[in-house]
């Protein structure tokens, strides 16, 4: 596929998105993706047609329900390559697929001495509930640094494991640096140490094919939101070996089998993490985004972002007084460039664009341990999905070079 054709496909791709029809440049992918109107006609038409509570009624609006929801399992399962869907536990977000695992796993399988691996370049939702259950438990929460490019080194992760260490929290992509870490190498560097993997897959699951057999990672989390999808639902990924050992996580509703007053038994997988009334409407909305991503295709989506990303760090570098955070190679950030202007605070940058249709974000992008790291207390971030087009790109550029000058800088 040459440029002209890759650029007419996006074009007509990015027809679809209600959102992006208005006057602005979206460069906030890293927090949320818009939505197709493929995946909201999916979500109407359950809710017009199929809603009940599923897998209680034996009526059959309720059999319809339950149905969608679980082709939605069998559709997500089939998307990262589990062995099974009952592998795939519907939570509300990557956050709380990873509090899950840190509260069930953490309370049969943690004990005093014992240490958890967690990269500085996690996102808060990958360090709080390790670090919580580490206190609780009397553990010890070993950092595991990467150099000053984001990348993790061998050296780095021998550092970290011994023989006390029981598992390794790491994101796939970081959503500071765009960096990919090899989950594939450092799986295997892990289980060699007897320890589990436990990834974030919030930053490369909408970017890119993720396949967790191949990876041999133990778990996987991500967010719907973030590959075209709605808010409200997300993905745990578990072997069924480890998932199986776990104590429930919430309590309640349709995570029993059975419930008297001096004895419970709980519902097998995937059901015995999912208490109560489930987000059906976001499981078939889920569904749906996968269908789109499916049918755009991994090739189209990685050749635009890496086309953008790359034109995105070349116009940075051509503007004075502009820092790039991470790796200065361009093919080393997967759809995110971060970045401080001198002089002018993350916040008035976005500020300034943001008045001009230019949508970026800055902050500590829920990364405090990573801003330590870096020494710097706040940043810029442009980040792109396939739908973002080069005339966006050069937009921010634009607006960009002209941000000190607005504020009496360099004149």
């Not at 004990?111 to 670090?131: A, I, N, Q, R």
């Not at 985004?289 to 049918?295: E, G, L």
């Amino acid at each position: 596929m040459n440029d002209t054709e890759l650029k007419n496909l996006v074009t007509e791709y990015r027809k679809q998105f209600p959102v992006l029809q208005q006057d602005i440049a979206y460069l906030d992918n890293a927090a949320t993706t818009q939505k197709p109107v493929s995946v909201l006609d999916a979500m109407r038409k359950y809710y017009e047609e199929d809603n009940a509570n599923p897998l209680r009624g034996v009526y059959d609006l309720s059999e319809r329900a339950t149905r969608a929801y679980e082709d939605a399992r069998v559709k997500t399962a089939q998307f990262i390559n589990a062995a099974a869907p009952e592998e795939i536990i519907f939570v509300r977000n990557a956050s709380e697929a990873l509090n899950l695992l840190a509260y069930s796993w953490c309370e049969d399988n943690l004990s005093e001495g014992d240490e958890l691996v967690v990269s500085v370049m996690e996102h808060h939702s990958d360090f709080l509930p390790w670090k919580y259950m580490a206190e609780k438990k009397g553990a010890k929460l070993v950092k595991l640094e990467p150099d000053e490019t984001g990348a993790v080194t061998d050296e780095a992760l021998a550092k970290c494991l011994s023989e006390k260490t029981k598992l390794v929290a790491i994101t796939q992509v970081s959503n500071v640096l765009g960096r990919v870490n090899d989950i594939k190498h450092i799986a295997e560097k892990v289980h060699a140490a007897g320890a589990l993997i436990s990834v974030d897959g919030a930053q490369s699951v909408p970017h890119m094919k993720v396949d967790v057999r191949d990876l041999d990672c133990d778990f996987l989390s991500f967010s719907g939101h973030k590959m075209f999808g709605p808010m409200g639902i997300g993905v745990l990924y578990g072997k069924r070996e480890h998932l199986e050992k776990m104590r429930p996580f919430l309590y309640g509703g349709e995570m029993i089998a059975t419930v008297h007053w001096d004895r419970v038994t709980y519902a097998e997988l995937p059901h015995k993490f999912e208490a109560g009334t489930v987000n059906v409407g976001g499981a078939v909305g889920l569904s749906a985004a996968i269908d789109f991503i499916n049918q755009v295709g991994w090739g189209i989506i990685e050749s635009q972002e890496e086309i953008l990303t790359k034109r995105a760090i070349a116009g940075i570098k051509n503007i004075d007084k502009i820092r790039i955070i991470g790796s200065q190679n361009e093919a080393d950030h997967k759809g995110i460039v971060t970045f401080c202007v001198e002089d002018v605070h993350p916040h008035d940058v976005a500020d300034i664009l943001g008045r001009s249709g230019v949508c970026i974000r800055a902050g500590h992008h829920c990364a405090q341990p990573l801003m330590d790291h870096l020494g710097v207390k706040s940043t810029c971030r442009a980040s792109f999905a396939f739908y973002n087009t080069e005339e966006e790109v050069d937009r921010f550029l634009a607006e960009l070079s002209k941000v000190r000058g607005l504020l009496g800088y360099g004149l």
